[in-house]
């Protein structure tokens, strides 16, 4: 299986793995966002982080997992300014077709201003071209509709809804919805 993507560029974006020296802003950025990650993605690894230690731990087991071949966790950074704007996750779904999984999240300083799309449409074209995907997937939050925007703007269909798989810190109770996108389907995309 070809190695996961470590670093993309786009018009006006840098991504990037992350870097032991990461460690002291991730841990700022975590706690920030905390609030915004917690109703969507509550299992966010960021969710996890309190100190700078945290964000140590958390950057090296990024890498271990990266070097394993298994997923990689990509730094959105702005090209004008270096400025963190978002994460992309990528992970291996089925290493004998092979199938991908793409997740993401936006810094709450930045959404709305398409950076996410922008990174996630070079990350999928990354694992069709690339990384010969067959297909790539998205699981997100049946009540987060930016996140199924993206997936819609990617070309991805809505392939299922899993109703009240989940429980979130204030008790309420939300669902889940897949998207996918195969070779073909991605291929005829870019054909003008």
């Known amino acids: 299986m070809p190695a996961l993507p470590s670093s993309l560029t786009t018009k006006r974006l840098d991504l990037r793995r992350y870097v032991s020296d990461d460690a002291a802003w991730y841990a700022t950025m975590a706690l920030r966002n905390r609030a915004h990650l917690a109703r969507h993605e509550s299992d966010n690894a960021a969710m996890t982080i309190a100190t700078e230690a945290d964000a140590t731990t958390a950057i090296q087991g990024f890498n271990e997992e990266a070097e394993a071949g298994k997923a990689a966790f990509l730094g959105v950074f702005r090209r004008l300014d270096g400025a963190f704007v978002g994460q992309i996750y990528i992970g291996v779904g089925n290493a004998d077709l092979p199938g991908y999984l793409v997740g993401y999240f936006c810094d709450e300083a930045h959404v709305r201003q398409g950076y996410i799309t922008e990174a996630a449409v070079a990350t999928v074209a990354a694992l069709f071209g690339n990384c010969g995907a067959l297909r790539v997937g998205l699981w997100c939050d049946d009540t987060n509709i930016a996140s199924q925007r993206i997936a819609e703007r990617l070309g991805m269909a809505r392939e299922g809804h899993v109703r009240a798989d989940k429980r979130h810190a204030d008790g309420s ?9 195969l070779r073909d389907e991605f291929l005829a995309q870019q054909t003008p």
Do not use: F, K
Request: hydrophobic share 35%; aromatic share 12%.
């Open 173 to 181: 109770i939300t669902g889940s919805v897949c998207y996918g996108l």
